[in-house]
């Protein structure tokens, strides 16, 4: 089992940036990736990215290649999300998931474990 536990959601002005973390325990060595999903009020969960925990190998989600990168740091079983230049459309509830099936996303349904999730909030 995966515990995921989602920080560093918050407010922030368009075109600044914020780093969200997400720190794992339990197996996390036993996740073929890790990735970030948000959900909008009222909406599903959308893909943003994801990290293949052994590799570092990324895939990001259109809308956010350029200015989100993702990170993990193996030592201390956190994946990182950076995200510039942020955008009022980036404000939503971010979650990160753990999947123990190979799968670097979109689909929500193929991670496994789930944090509680972070607030963005972008003022414009």
């Known amino acids: 089992q995966v515990r995921l536990v989602e920080s560093g959601g918050g407010l922030v002005q368009a075109g600044g940036s914020l780093r969200l973390s997400c720190a794992a325990s339990g197996r996390p060595d036993s996740a073929y990736s890790v990735g970030w999903f948000r959900q909008y009020p009222g909406k599903g969960r959308s893909f943003v990215a994801a990290i293949r925990w052994t590799t570092g190998t990324t895939s990001y989600a259109d809308s956010v290649k350029g200015r989100f990168t993702i990170s993990r740091d193996a030592a201390e079983n956190t994946v990182y999300l950076q995200m510039n230049d942020l955008k009022p459309q980036d404000a939503a509830a971010y979650y990160c998931?753990?999947?123990?099936?190979?799968?670097?996303?979109?689909?929500?349904?193929?991670?496994?474990?789930w944090g509680q999730g972070t607030l963005v909030t972008v003022s414009s």
């Open positions: 998931a753990a999947a123990l099936r190979p799968t670097m996303g979109p689909a929500d349904w193929e991670f496994d474990y």
